[in-house]
């Protein structure tokens, strides 16, 4: 081989690298799927940076069975994944948080404001894959600010919704405004505004969004029955009016009472949605905890989605 085809050969395998590069790095950020490219190109990413670590981050109530959760995720009928841990929320560092490519938090109502900004910053900051459940967050913890914060212009309280925070520090207070970061509000969860039975009942019919492409529920029928009972309900949220980085994937076409003990109860319903932060989907909200989806309706495809979608692999 003489200098010019030798020059010739380290210049394509430079470029062929180079290429390489910028696509894991595409695939990393979350810009495209590695499957939209091809299945070996998943299996090659996996074997150069590692099968994707997720965690699932839990406290101690609220909705949510992350025991269940990390069962169903693992077992091989329904998804197989072998790098799935399991952490208590009081026992996480930012810097934990790093190792992982998807955060799921349930079980976790009492957060403080601080772990509700690691929780941002992990997806803001970090590039993850965060999946919000039920009324996470929805309760102040110990030492938190509990007054009320108003605008001196407007006379209104800015800490309105369980979501929004007020961090007192020694200059100022900062509003975190998670509620924002999802793109909804919280109002309360269903059994508590309606009177559930202990036996699974019919609450409404699931229905996908118009396309039926989106990942997290791609595959299933775009009308489906849904069953809950007291012990295992879900959260009713309602969209940020004009909020363009929220897309609701799954709606509950709710059929039953328009009014509850304090709220109204509109008859549709988000149960599964998803904010656009920059590159990508890369926060996913869910009403339902994923593994009540295939432990009370038998719907396991919401389940093995959440997991294939949010990695990028549907």
């Known amino acids: 081989m003489d200098t010019n085809q030798f020059d010739l050969l380290t210049k394509v395998v430079g470029v062929i690298v180079l290429l390489v590069v910028i696509v894991f790095i595409l695939i990393w950020s979350g810009v495209i799927k590695c499957n939209s490219i091809s299945p070996f190109v998943c299996d090659a990413y996996d074997m150069i940076m590692g099968s994707p670590r997720v965690l699932i981050a839990h406290g101690d109530s609220g909705m949510?069975?992350?025991?269940?959760?990390?069962?169903?995720?693992?077992?091989?009928?329904?998804?197989?994944a072998s790098a799935i841990d399991i952490q208590h929320v009081d026992r996480l560092s930012a810097g934990n948080l790093k190792q992982y490519k998807l955060v799921i938090v349930e079980q976790a109502k009492s957060l403080s404001a601080d772990q509700l900004i690691m929780f941002m910053d992990y997806v803001n900051k970090n590039g993850g894959r965060l999946v919000w459940i039920g009324d996470s967050?929805?309760?102040?913890?110990?030492?938190?600010?509990?007054?009320?914060?108003?605008d001196v212009n407007t006379q209104k309280n800015l800490a309105s919704n369980p979501w929004i925070r007020v961090k007192e520090t020694d200059k100022a207070y900062q509003i975190v405004s998670f509620d924002e970061f999802l793109g909804l509000r919280y109002?309360?969860?269903?059994?508590?505004?309606?009177?559930?039975?202990?036996?699974?009942?019919?609450?409404?019919?699931?229905?996908?969004?118009?396309?039926?492409?989106?990942?997290?529920?791609?595959?299933?029928?775009?009308?489906?029955?849904?069953?809950?009972?007291k012990e295992r309900d879900f959260s009713i949220v309602?969209?940020?009016?004009?909020?363009?980085?929220?897309?609701?994937?799954?709606?509950?076409?709710?059929?039953?009472?328009?009014?509850?003990?304090?709220i109204t109860i509109s008859k549709n319903l988000p149960l599964i949605t998803t904010s656009t932060l920059g590159l990508g989907e890369r926060v996913a909200y869910y009403a339902y905890p994923p593994e009540w989806f295939l432990q009370d309706n038998n719907?396991?495809?919401?389940?093995?989605?959440?997991?294939?979608?949010?990695?990028?692999?549907?």
């Open 64 to 80: 949510g069975d992350p025991e269940k959760l990390k069962e169903y995720l693992q077992a091989p009928q329904y998804v197989g």
């Open 137 to 150: 967050g929805t309760q102040t913890a110990e030492g938190d600010f509990n007054g009320q914060l108003v």
């Open 187 to 229: 109002l309360d969860n269903y059994c508590n505004q309606v009177k559930c039975t202990d036996a699974l009942f019919t609450v409404g019919r699931l229905e996908a969004e118009a396309t039926g492409k989106h990942p997290l529920i791609f595959g299933t029928s775009p009308q489906l029955t849904f069953k809950i009972n």
């Open 238 to 262: 309602r969209q940020i009016a004009n909020s363009g980085s929220s897309n609701v994937v799954l709606n509950l076409n709710h059929m039953g009472v328009g009014t509850g003990k304090t």
């Open 299 to 314: 719907y396991f495809y919401y389940l093995k989605n959440m997991y294939y979608g949010m990695l990028g692999r549907e």
